[in-house]
């Protein structure tokens, strides 16, 4: 298995991420139907308390083990390299255990006290388990990310979803079938993640038997056990020392998104509550984790993979001392981020309505009058614009190093999230809310940025291509807007769920090819652009290049 350049490892992990991220939409849209969306705040409410605890149980290890692997295989300290990896592995086993009995413990205090949904208790406890084997996926997550093999990582979170997917949908039914109530089919759903954790540590330790009889051939093994002595006179202690310098930074600031999502379970309910009763305002947070919370992290999907990619190479050439690719990859990646997030966004955001009218259930609202979701989906993939920024270039000042600047900038944009959330919710309800949540990625994204300036003198796009950008987006705005208004109102040949198929698919279509045309149109993307992408997508941008006449310089 060869090592993956930022461009390869980002379109594997990208790819990957797709298809998880469109299994796991998958998964809740028969989820939808079979326990509601008052099923699905408590499902949701599940995940959302059991994923910081993760993140805690994994302690931002996995990121901090990409870092570390990357410099010491870089040096050729291979000894070294391993004995951090197993440093690590100990470390998941015993927080797995830990975090396990801890979740079971916590289920009943949190369910009934925090989030005001007493049903949660048991989804909050069939999910559990999964904290057993996670932070040993992770960890080996992490070890393969700073091998720079992306593919191990990709395939092991498609399989993830796949076992989730059949496990908890297949469960919520038969438990439903048989009478077992709503309660224990939500339970159900929840321990697919359990099943998850199965496939995925499966597919891991395929891969790294795979890795190690390659390692044995190249010679590696043979100069780990060489420097073994010398790797083995470090003591643990020192090693966990130096790995938690650089993870505990990392795992905050990869708990942004987790916390904010917490945030929202355990707030909705009660900041809204005295608003329009406790049945709509459970309603409302079903659709804002069931629907949109899963609509909003597709846009996301490329930043993640670029995070995941860009921390070990970053590392490789800091380590170097090589700051002209430092500033290169870096201004590469939020290129990528930005160019290719956009028109996802765009998309998602504009075809809303036919895509929550075609995915989910628009009858069994009990108590939402006014509210079918639509906004609601459009305003939180809006923001993810912000996040995606945030996260890559979060992710950028990881692989330099400069774990402190990123410690403060997630407290204050947590801060603004709570702050937000408190004084929005009242007059503005869940937009409110979502604003607080739009407040807090916008001003991370800034402050990262800001210290990333005053280390590396990069540019993402000059002005002229920020304006071409801009332009780009108000174009497809101004069409597609008008467009999904008139193909909701003219489209009605079939059932309700193939007509909104029809409209949603010529609404996000056009957005999705008018991006690329629009963007050669202004000259924002030209064929120099084209270098480091796979020549099967360098063939179709060409073609469309033709369209518009683009040349071969801005």
Known sequence: MSKDSLVKGTLILALAALVARV????????????????????????????TPLLTIATAGI???????????????????????????????????????????????????????????????????????????????????????????????????QIARLITGVGLAFLLLEIGWGHVWAVAGASFGGVMGSVGAVAVLMWYMLKLRREDARE??????????????AVSYKR??????????????????????????????????EGQMGYGSAKELLGILAGRAQSLAGI???????????????????????????????????LQLSVITGLPVVLAIAIAARPINTMLFPMDQFKYLVNENG??????????????????????ILMGMGHMRPLVV??????????????????????????SATALCFIVMMVLNLWVLRRKVEYVIYPPRKWLGIAATTCIIVAVCLPLEWLT?????????????????????????????LLLMASRVYTRENAEDLPPAVRKLLAKLGRLVGMGKRA
């Not at 639509?374 to 992710?395: C, E, K, P, R, Y």
């Not at 900038?409 to 979502?434: D, E, Q, R, T, W």
């Open 409 to 434: 900038n997630v407290f204050i944009g947590l801060a603004c999230k709570l702050v937000g959330s408190y004084l929005l919710a009242p007059s503005f309800g869940i937009y409110g809310i979502m």
């Open 488 to 516: 909701h109102r003219t489209i009605t040949w079939f059932p309700d769920k193939l007509d909104a198929l029809v409209s949603g698919a010529i609404t996000g279509g056009v957005a999705i090819l008018l991006y690329p």
């Open 219 to 232: 010679g590696i093994i043979q100069a780990a056990k060489e420097g073994r002595a010398a790797a083995e």
């Open 23 to 50: 299994l796991g939409v998958v998964q809740r849209i028969p989820l939808v139907y079979l326990i509601g969306d008052t099923g699905m705040a408590t499902f949701g409410i599940a995940f959302n308390i059991y």
């Open 299 to 333: 846009p996301i999907i490329l930043a993640i993979a670029l995070s995941q990619s860009i921390v070990p190479i970053v590392s490789s050439a800091y380590a170097r001392k090589d700051m002209a690719q430092v500033r290169q990859q870096a201004a590469k990646a």
């Open 62 to 160: 996995p990121s901090a083990l990409s870092k570390l692997v990357s410099e010491k295989m870089e040096l050729g300290q291979y000894a070294e390299a391993d004995r951090i990896y197993q440093a690590a592995v100990r470390f998941a086993l015993v927080a797995g255990l830990v975090m396990t009995a801890l979740l079971i413990v916590l289920a009943p205090w949190y369910g009934e006290q925090i989030s005001k949904d007493p049903d949660a208790v048991m989804s909050i406890r069939a999910l559990a388990p999964a904290l057993l084997l996670f932070p040993l996926i992770a960890m080996m997550r992490g070890y393969f990310q700073g091998r720079q093999m992306m593919m191990p990582n990709g395939m092991s979170q498609i399989i993830e």
């Open 239 to 272: 090693i966990y020392a130096n790995i938690f310098r650089v993870s505990v930074p990392i795992v905050l600031f990869s708990m942004t998104v987790p916390l904010i999502y917490f945030i929202d379970s355990s707030t909705v309910i009660s900041l809204l």
């Open 374 to 395: 639509n906004g609601i989906i459009a305003f939180l993939t809006v923001t993810a614009m912000f996040q995606i920024v945030m996260q890559t270039s979060g992710s």
